[in-house]
């Protein structure tokens, strides 16, 4: 069938690929959510957020359900956050959200990939300071008029506003989720995602030459299922 159907093949099943593991991340966020606060969404905020997240990633329902009710029945392993620092090649500093039912699975695992592709795991807090979570929501673009949308929220703790598409991009800080959250749910938005995401404060950096090898690194950190996000450090240099 020629070079463009397998290009396609590829293609398809890398983005199924992705989607599995994106299904897989919110399932262990909806897990988590159930044992901190319960199986009631309109009690439990955080596993509110989590299905919300789940509609906008097009998670069908009976994946939602099912992962609700495999973290209610007892036996189930309970997953753990840990968030582990270290450094790719070049001085460029990494910084692993995982959430893992193995923690010696998980830091061996990351510690081979730092190691095969040139950098080094850390200890606690070694890159952490270099680092500034905020607040990120993704909304769905009903034909806002953003000056308007802004002015809106800028109350409640907006920082930035930023148009993709079909989505608009709100960002505040760490402590102003909750008023920002609270917020777009007065003002009916159609939240698609929201979550915490750092933003590095510092930059290293690299020549354009470099950043193949930082990109093995996060690559090889994004196909492990332990691995939910994934922040650097750098910059490359014009």
Sequence with gaps: MGRAFEFRKERKFKRWAAM??????????IAMSIKSGGSNPESNVRLRIAIQNAKGANM????????IKKA???GNAAYEEITYEGHAAFGVAIIVDCATDNTNRTVANLRTSFNKCGGELGTHNSVKFLFEPKSVFKVKNNNYVLEDLELALIDFGLEELELDINEIILISSFQNYGNMYNALEQLSTEIISSDIQRFATTY????AEQE????????RLDEDDDV???YHNYKIEH
């Design 20 to 29: 599995a593991k994106t299904f897989t991340r919110i399932g262990r966020e």
């Design 60 to 67: 069908p329902k009976i994946n939602v359900d099912n992962a």
């Design 72 to 74: 209610t029945e007892k």
């Design 204 to 207: 290293k950096t690299i020549k």
């Design 212 to 219: 193949e090898q930082i990109m093995k690194l996060i690559e």
């Design 228 to 230: 939910v996000n994934i």
